[in-house]
């Protein structure tokens, strides 16, 4: 099982603007983005046990260095059908806040894009016409390039509760 | 080379208040719990320059840990300072018969913890 | 020097409890040596290192404790049910101030002045109170002997500082004495130098200490004094006036007593040895008789670690078992001569150190059960009840962490129990029910969990009044059929108490759904169980937490289970079309009828292609049940690593361990599994 560690850009100390930095991947057609600072390590997907009778966006159990780490299938999260690994499938280690007990959690995304610096200022809020998952679970909206990318809360998104993201159409 | 001291008292508090006392001065200090602790501190250390025991321990009591430290050869003439409280003035005595080189008086002052220590080690 | 008060406060709790627990234990039997000796040891070592800290306020206030204790230990005190009452108060409020030794809380203050009265009047009452009729000797229980000791210091005795008097003072405190000092005759006033002893001293003692104590009393100065101990075989002398004025005759002259003339002035005077009725029956060898001899048994002496250590040592135990897994695995696919005997011998060896490792978190439950006791005993005297406390299962162990949260839930059930459940003497008379009540404590191990029963045989919980209650909160609906069981579930509810009046005893804020709280917190679980008037079962289970056990590796259809090994009864093979299209749901099995759960249907996955399947025969303690598996792997070491928040709802797998290949297989929790099949009887059943 090789890791890859993600190499976190320096804080640098540039009081009028706040840059922080963003992870970016890619789940089926869509783009979204967390801090940075809550990634513990990206990793390879190993086997993973999955525990009967368990809801279909907790994908299951591996092993981490000796660890049990359960793992959340994030396409599943966001309304998208689960399918099969590919090459770029990989797990982004997380540490979330549950009850206010941090917690270790996998997040089995198609595809790490890259990590890249964003004055905060700069980040929109996320559009209420015409958004696809509801509000409280989107931080905001980064446009980079040609790409829109949507800044998740990760304790919302990936907390235990089996919480539907996506908005339904009549809603 | 820091020298080595070994306490030995069954009280955990007296340990933390003369290693520390020790420590600060600029020993190295080893603690053991009892005078069969001791001994086993005594042979695995190699190193102790100096004993600073407490008399009433289970287990082995201070005497008896005295008298068999002074029959191993090695240790014959291993400086060994008792811990007694007033009321023993009398162990005290026996102490020395049994071949402490010195004793202090427990309630102390750690200067002159101190001041003993530096008179026994030079 | 923060760091040093709190060792000296963790290691003055450890020596409180120390203390309170022997003092219990000498409420029922106060002649056991062992416990004096404990009580001692405590109050001598708190009383040294309270002086160590400056803190006089304690030391002071433990030296007459210690005094009295000593007197005790010796044989020359009876403990009485006054001593310790007042011990116990003292114990209480030593608790208090090892917090605030300089008693600036002036409650702290007037309770430690009048704590100190009280104790300095026991001591006094105890050293004057001397026997004076000569027959009240015959019912002395060990055997003490007189002696007559006759010290004369030579004349350089002072030059090493050495003082007569203490030695004096130490021959005083074995017994009882008469001493007679002498000096010698100065024929002239020059010829006197000052630094020169002169004293001697006759010295008459009764005590039960042996000869050999009493000479040691002089071993330093063996060279500097002549020293001669003489055994008089007669009783009663110390008390008899012809004989104290005849050896006081002889005070302050040089003359010395003369030991022919003391044995003849004894026989006169003194009640012959044999004549005495002989030591009585020893029952114990605690009792103390002569020689003062360290105790030989080995005491188990203890080491205080920092659980950040232990924790430490756990998580490398537990790595290095499943490193020895994959060695294990190693050594079976790659045929190296010599490997696999080293690997089976590691094995060996990593499941000892697991078994010794793990067992150093764990504690008895006993040392809760001790602070019951005394919350029992001093509650049940307030209320007006008695009550008998018995234990079972005392050396259950449990992780550290878990039993210190625990004491609150506990208590508050007990003082429920003490409140409401146990019925007034003059109510239990009347119901013709034993005047004292009963109250217990059972605790024993099943599978991976330990089992915590507090039961009661007072009068019981009313159902109808909860199940009205809770029809009442809109909890329960009128027509709802539920059992006994899940009704007395309702108690746990927040804001629940059917207790009409909260009292000052229970009842106070913390209600049985912080109870429950607690314990599901801790991963456990809490059941009622009440009959009226005959009593009230509380079940509490909690999980093991430091888990490695020794389970059997399975597969289901691909994916590995471990069920523990403590569990299981019998494995069987069986035909798989016997179990198709079964109605039942019942094997023959050894000619037992026996359910079972097949796994594979259980848990969703497509039925099997194979002919065989494993039965592997369960027990939760009531009911047998079979569960289906297809292959049985082999005997497996788990390493229990918990699965967290994410699966809270999976119950019927208590956790996952890392098998030798890195992949996770799952723990069964086969006690849900046979609940699962229960579940599922019923539903098949409608």
């Known amino acids: 099982m090789q890791t890859n560690k993600n190499t976190q850009t320096s804080k640098t100390d540039r009081s009028a603007e706040k840059i922080k930095s963003f992870l970016s991947f890619k789940l089926d057609t869509e783009l979204f983005a967390i801090p940075v600072m809550d990634v513990i390590e990206i990793v390879e997907v190993p086997p993973i046990t999955k525990i009967p009778q368990s809801p279909e966006f907790l994908k299951g159990v591996i092993n981490l260095r000796g660890a049990v780490l359960p793992i959340i299938d994030a396409r599943v999260k966001f309304g998208f059908p689960s399918t099969e690994p590919t090459v770029n499938t990989c797990i982004i280690v997380l540490e979330v806040e549950i009850n206010e007990e941090a917690i270790y959690v996998g997040a089995l995304v198609d595809a790490v894009l890259g990590v890249f610096e964003m004055d905060e200022n700069a980040i929109s809020p996320s559009p209420t016409i015409g958004a696809k998952y509801k509000a409280n679970f989107i931080k905001g909206m980064i446009k980079n390039d040609d790409n829109f990318i949507m800044l998740l809360d990760i304790d919302k998104v990936f907390s235990a509760l089996e919480v539907d993201i996506v908005l339904e159409v009549s809603e | 080379m820091k020298k080595n001291i070994l306490v030995v008292d069954d009280s955990e508090s007296i340990r933390e208040v003369v290693s520390t006392a020790l420590e600060e001065a600029g020993y190295e200090t080893t603690k053991a719990i009892d005078g069969q602790d001791g001994l086993v501190k005594l042979h695995a250390a190699q190193d102790i320059r100096l004993v600073i025991s407490d008399l009433n321990m289970p287990n082995m009591d201070g005497i008896s840990f005295l008298k068999e430290v002074r029959q191993i050869e090695k240790f014959k003439y291993l400086p060994i300072v008792i811990l007694t409280t007033e009321a023993q003035e009398t162990k005290k005595r026996a102490a020395q018969k049994a071949g402490a080189t010195g004793w202090i008086i427990k309630p102390f002052e750690q200067n002159k913890l101190i001041a003993i220590v530096k008179k026994v080690l030079g | 020097m923060d760091g040093m008060r709190q060792i000296y406060i963790e290691e003055a709790n450890e020596l409180l409890d120390s203390l309170e627990t022997a003092l219990l234990a000498l409420e029922e039997n106060a002649n056991d040596k062992s416990n004096i000796e404990q009580v001692f040891r405590a109050m001598h070592t708190l009383k040294g290192n309270s002086s160590m800290f400056g803190l006089t306020h304690i030391s002071d206030f433990l030296h007459n404790l210690e005094s009295i204790y000593d007197k005790v230990r010796i ?417 746990f509810h927040p804001g629940f108490s059917t207790a009409k009046v909260v009292t000052d005893v229970s009842g106070r804020g913390v209600g049985m759904d912080v109870a429950k709280r607690n314990i599901v917190d801790l991963g456990g679980d809490i059941s009622i169980d009440s009959t009226t008037n005959i009593g009230t079962t509380i079940t509490i289970k909690l999980p093991l937490t430091l888990s490695i056990i020794d389970g059997l590796l399975v597969n289901v259809d691909n994916i590995k289970y471990v069920v523990p090994l403590s569990a299981i009864v019998k494995c069987y093979e069986v035909e798989n079309k016997l179990m198709k299209n079964n109605f039942n749901r019942l094997l023959i099995l050894d000619g037992e009828q026996i359910p079972f759960v097949n796994l594979r249907e259980e848990f969703d996955y497509e039925l099997s292609c194979n002919l065989l399947s494993q039965i592997i025969v369960v027990y939760d303690g009531k009911h047998k049940v079979g569960i289906s598996v297809d292959a049985i792997v082999d005997e497996y070491q788990a390493v229990i690593k918990p699965l967290g928040k994410y699966y809270k709802n999976q119950d019927f797998v208590s956790g996952a361990t890392i098998l030798g290949d890195g992949t996770v297989a799952l723990v069964l929790d086969t006690n849900k599994v046979i609940d699962l099949h229960i579940k599922n009887t019923m539903k098949y059943a409608n």
């Open chain 3, 75 to 491: 044989g020359e005190l009876a403990l009485s049910k006054e001593l310790l009452d007042c011990t116990l108060a003292a114990l209480d409020h030593l608790k208090i101030i090892v917090y605030s030794p300089d008693l600036e809380d002036p409650i702290n203050k007037e309770r430690h002045q009048q704590l100190s009265n009280e104790i300095q009047q026991l001591l006094d009452f105890e050293t004057n109170n001397v026997p004076v009729k000569e027959d009240l000797l015959a019912t002395k229980i060990t055997a003490s002997k007189t002696y007559h000791i006759y010290f004369e210091p030579y004349p350089n005795f002072f030059d090493d500082g050495s003082n007569p008097l203490l030695l004096l003072a130490e021959i005083a405190g074995m017994g009882k004495t008469v001493v007679v000092p002498h000096f010698k005759t100065i024929d002239f006033i020059e010829e006197f130098v000052p630094t020169e002893c002169i004293s001697f001293w006759d010295i008459y003692l009764e005590t039960t200490h042996d000869e050999q104590s009493i000479f040691d009393v002089f071993v330093f100065v063996h060279d500097s004094a002549f020293i001669n101990i003489t055994e008089i075989p007669y009783q009663g002398l110390l008390n008899n006036p012809s004989f104290l004025e005849k050896v006081h005759a002889t005070a302050s002259t040089a003359a010395k007593m003369d030991i022919q003339e003391l044995l003849s002035l004894s026989e006169s005077l003194g009640i012959n040895d044999k004549t005495l009725v002989e030591k009585s029956p020893k029952p114990n060898d605690n009792t103390v008789n002569g020689r003062i001899e360290k105790n030989k048994e080995k005491v188990a002496s203890s080491v205080r670690i920092s659980s950040d250590k232990l924790d430490e040592l756990m998580n490398l135990v537990s790595e290095l078992i499943t490193t020895q897994a994959s060695l294990s695995l190693f050594s079976e696919n790659n045929k190296i001569a010599g490997l696999e005997t080293i690997s089976e011998n590691i094995e060996k060896l990593s499941r000892r150190l697991r078994d010794v490792s793990f067992g150093m978190t764990l504690v008895p439950i006993n040392n809760m059960f001790a602070r019951f006791q005394r919350m029992i005993r001093d509650t049940a005297a307030a209320i007006g009840k008695e009550i008998n406390f018995s234990t079972m299962g005392g050396e259950t162990a449990l992780d550290k962490a878990i039993i210190e949260k625990l004491v609150d839930p506990f208590m508050h059930l007990i003082r429920n129990s003490l409140d409401h459940g146990i019925e007034t003497k003059e109510e239990r008379i009347r119901l013709g029910k034993p005047e004292v009540g009963d109250i217990s404590i059972k605790a024993y191990y099943s599978g991976v969990f330990v089992y915590i029963q507090i039961a009661d045989d007072g009068k019981g919980i009313d159902v109808e009044a909860v199940r009205n209650k809770a029809i009442e909160k809109g909890l329960l609906g009128e027509g709802q059929n539920l059992s006994d069981k899940e009704i007395f579930n309702f108690i």
